[in-house]
C-alpha cells in the first residue's frame, strides 16, 4: 500500500496475527490512544497532515485484524467534500471617518462573516445581548435601522457575583456568532466587536480566522477591532464610558451612545474546501437472509486541530489531541473488531466506521448514512463509542434507550455480567454521530462515560485515561455486538416524548455556564447541507412540535418570525428567546416551493 501512513509506521503497532486475551486489552487500548493522541497527528483537524495520518492509522489497524474493507473502490476510506473554513482573501478593508485602519494589525474579518461591503454610522449596542430569561436586552430602545452596530466582547458583570447573568461563569449569551445574528435581526448592516477595558484592562489579541471549523455566515459582514485603534478615534476612554453604561444598564441605568461616525466595511472571505474521509470495515455475517441488515459500530476520530471557535479555550493555539475525545472511542471501535474477528462469526454483517467530521457537525455520519448501497433503515442497530476513556466512580451513561423496546432489557441484562453503576437515557439524538442513523429510522446507543474539566480544552490528553474501565467499556460492546450479530429479528422501533433536537438537545458534556432552558423545536440538522439558502431538515424528533407541524426530513427552514435562518445557529438564536407555549411562524423550503406553518414550541 502507498499510504501516508508510512510517515510513522515506526510508532505503529504491527496488527496482523496478534489476537489479544482479555488481560492484554488494556495496554493494546492505551497504545492506541498514545498515538492517535500524539502532538504528531496535530489534533486529527480538518484539514491537517494529522488527520490524514489518524485515517492511515486507523485503515492500518482495520486491514490487520482481518476486516473486509468497505469504502470506496474497494478500499477502507470514503471519501467526501465539504467546506472546512475560510482564509482572508485580498480585499478586507475598514474606513471610519476617512481614516483607513489596517487590516491583520487592527482589524480582521471573523470566520463567520458575509463577504461583500456595507456602510453605515456606527451605533453602539452594548454587548449585543437579548436574553429574555434574564430581562436583558441591550437593543430596547436602540435605533440599528441601516447602521453599524459597535458590540461589545464577552457579557455585563464579569466577576461580579450580583450580575444578572452568571458572574464568574460565562454563559452561552457571550458567543459572538449569536451577538452578530442579534444585531441583524435589529436591522443593522454589520457589527464591530470590540474588547472592552472594564474586564480586560489588557487589550485581546486578533483572532486567527484560518481554523477548519466549517463556515456558515451570518449574512452581515463582521469584524472583530483592536481597542487602541477605536480609542484612537473615538477619544481616551469613551470606551469606557460606554462599557461603564452597560454595566449600569444591567443594573437598571441607560446606555449612552458614542458620536457621530461613518463606517465603510469591506469583507473579503474565501471558503477553503477539503478533502475528508470515512475509514469503514466489515466483517460478513452466516446468515444470507441477513446480509443487507447489519449492525454498525462508529466512532469519530477527528477533533478539534489547533483549537478554533469550538474550543472551550478561546483565543488558544494549540494542539488539542483529543484523547478522552475521541481516541478513546476508536480505540474501542478497533478492539471490538478485533474481538468479534476472532470469535465466533455472526449472523448478520458487523460494520465498524471511523467517523471524520463530527466537531463540525456529524459530517461523516450523515453523509454515510446518506450513501450506503442498502436500505439504511434496515440496519439492526446503530452502537456509537464517543468519549468513554475518563470513567469516574465506574459510571458508564447510555444514550438511546428509548429508540428500541429490547434496550432496556438488553442492557441491563448485560450489566449484570460487567456492573457498571449505568444510566440509561432514553433520547436517541444527541450530540453525537447517532443522531444521523436515528434520523433514518435506525435504532441506536451512544456510550459515554461522563463529562470532564478537560472537554474541547488542550488538556485533554491521552495520560488522563482510566485504561481500566475503557477496556470494560469495549467488552460491554463487544458482548452487546454479539447479541446484536447473532439476533434474527429486528428490534421494535420505539419513540420517546422527551426526545430532543439536535438544536436544543442537552449537551454530552457540560458548557461553560448556562443559558437557560429553551422550548423544544425538535428538528434534526443536515449539517452536509452547505448552500447557504436556508436549514435543511435531516430529519424530525418524534411527537416533537415540528412533527406536529408537518415539517418533515428534506424540507429547508429559510425564516422563523422576522429571523432569516441561514443555519443552526439562527435556529438557535431564535430558540433563546422563546418559551414553551410560544408560537413560531416557520417558512420552509418543500420541492422548491415556499410554505409556512406555525409551530407551537413545547417543553422537553
Known amino acids: 500500500m502507498n499510504r501516508m501512513k508510512r510517515i510513522l509506521v515506526f510508532v505503529f503497532i504491527a496488527y496482523a496475527g496478534m489476537g489479544y486475551a482479555g488481560d ?105 445581548i437579548k436574553a429574555d430569561e434574564y430581562k436583558y436586552n441591550d437593543f430596547k430602545g436602540r435605533d440599528l435601522e441601516g447602521k453599524v452596530a459597535l458590540v461589545l466582547m464577552h457579557e455585563p458583570g464579569e466577576e461580579d457575583s450580583t450580575s444578572v447573568f452568571d458572574g464568574v461563569n460565562v454563559t452561552p449569551y457571550s458567543d459572538m456568532r449569536g451577538k452578530a445574528i442579534n ?47 477605536l480609542e484612537d478615534l473615538l477619544g481616551a476612554g469613551v470606551l469606557m464610558k460606554l462599557q461603564q453604561s452597560v454595566e449600569s444598564k444591567s443594573h437598571g441605568g441607560e446606555l449612552i451612545d458614542v458620536d457621530p461616525v461613518q463606517v465603510a ?18 466483517i460478513p455475517g452466516t446468515a444470507d437472509s441477513l446480509k443487507d441488515k447489519p449492525l454498525i459500530i462508529g ?7 489547533y483549537g478554533g471557535p469550538n474550543s472551550r479555550a ?13 481516541a478513546s472511542g476508536v480505540a474501542a471501535l478497533i478492539e471490538t473488531g478485533r ?9 448478520r454483517p458487523v460494520i465498524l466506521i471511523a467517523f471524520t467530521g463530527e466537531e463540525i457537525g456529524l459530517i461523516g455520519s450523515t453523509y454515510y448514512a446518506n450513501h450506503t448501497d442498502y436500505d439504511i433503515s434496515a440496519a439492526v ?75 474541547h480544552k488542550p488538556g485533554d490528553d491521552a495520560d488522563k485515561l482510566n485504561y481500566d474501565d475503557l477496556a470494560r467499556v469495549t467488552n460491554f460492546v463487544t458482548d452487546l455486538a454479539e447479541y446484536l450479530g447473532n439476533r434474527s429479528g429486528a428490534l421494535t422501533p420505539a419513540t420517546t416524548s422527551d426526545a430532543v ?45 415540528c412533527e406536529k407541524a408537518g415539517l418533515t426530513a428534506g424540507d429547508i427552514v429559510i425564516q422563523m418570525d422576522d429571523i432569516e435562518i441561514k443555519s443552526i445557529y439562527e435556529l438557535n438564536q431564535v430558540l433563546k428567546s422563546r418559551k414553551a407555549g410560544d408560537t413560531v411562524k416557520v417558512t420552509y423550503l418543500r420541492d422548491g416551493a415556499e410554505n409556512t406553518v406555525d409551530v407551537v414550541l413545547m417543553t422537553r
Do not use: C
Open 183 to 229: 444585531a441583524k435581526a435589529n436591522g443593522a448592516v454589520a457589527a464591530i466587536f470590540v474588547s472592552g477595558p472594564v474586564h480586560h484592562p489588557q487589550d485581546e489579541p486578533l483572532p486567527d480566522i484560518s481554523g477548519n471549523s466549517g463556515y456558515q455566515s451570518v449574512g452581515i459582514p463582521v469584524i472583530q477591532m483592536r481597542r487602541s485603534a
Open 24 to 128: 492484554e486489552l488494556t495496554p493494546t487500548l492505551r497504545e492506541h490512544v498514545y498515538i492517535l493522541a500524539s502532538d504528531s497527528l496535530e489534533g486529527r483537524g480538518p484539514g491537517t497532515k494529522g488527520i490524514e495520518l489518524a485515517a492511515d492509522y486507523i485503515a492500518d489497524a482495520f486491514e490487520g485484524i482481518g476486516l473486509k474493507p468497505g469504502g470506496d473502490d474497494e478500499g477502507y476510506f470514503q471519501q467526501l467534500e465539504i467546506t472546512i473554513g475560510v482564509d482572508a482573501g485580498p480585499e478586507n478593508s475598514m474606513v471610519l471617518n476617512e481614516t483607513a485602519i489596517e487590516f491583520n494589525k487592527d482589524f480582521v474579518p471573523l470566520g463567520f462573516s458575509e463577504n461583500g461591503e456595507a456602510r453605515g454610522q456606527l451605533a453602539f449596542a452594548g454587548y449585543g
Open 314 to 326: 478561546p483565543g488558544v493555539h494549540e494542539i488539542h489531541n483529543g484523547a478522552d475525545d475521541n
Open 299 to 305: 466512532a469519530h476520530y477527528d477533533h478539534l486541530g
Open 501 to 545: 433536537s439536535m438544536s436544543g438537545m442537552p449537551a454530552k458534556r457540560p458548557a461553560a455556564g448556562h443559558g437557560g432552558t429553551r422550548p423544544w423545536f425538535g428538528s434534526v440538522p443536515d449539517f452536509t447541507y452547505q448552500q447557504g439558502d436556508g436549514l435543511r431538515l435531516n430529519g424530525v424528533s418524534p411527537g416533537s412540535p
Open 265 to 282: 466595511i469591506r469583507v473579503d472571505l474565501i471558503t477553503r474546501k477539503g478533502k475528508l474521509r470515512n475509514v469503514i470495515g466489515w
Open 381 to 455: 442497530a446503530m452502537l456509537n463509542l464517543d468519549s468513554v476513556g475518563r470513567m469516574t466512580n465506574n459510571k458508564l451513561i447510555v444514550f438511546g434507550g428509548g429508540t428500541a423496546r429490547e434496550w432496556n432489557r438488553a442492557i441491563n441484562g448485560l450489566n449484570y455480567g460487567h456492573r457498571f453503576d449505568l444510566t440509561l437515557q432514553m433520547d436517541g439524538y444527541g450530540p453525537s454521530d447517532q443522531a444521523a442513523f436515528y434520523a433514518r429510522g435506525v435504532p441506536v446507543l451512544h456510550f459515554f462515560t461522563g463529562a470532564n474539566i478537560d472537554y
Open 339 to 347: 474481538s468479534l474477528m476472532t470469535g465466533e462469526t455472526l449472523k
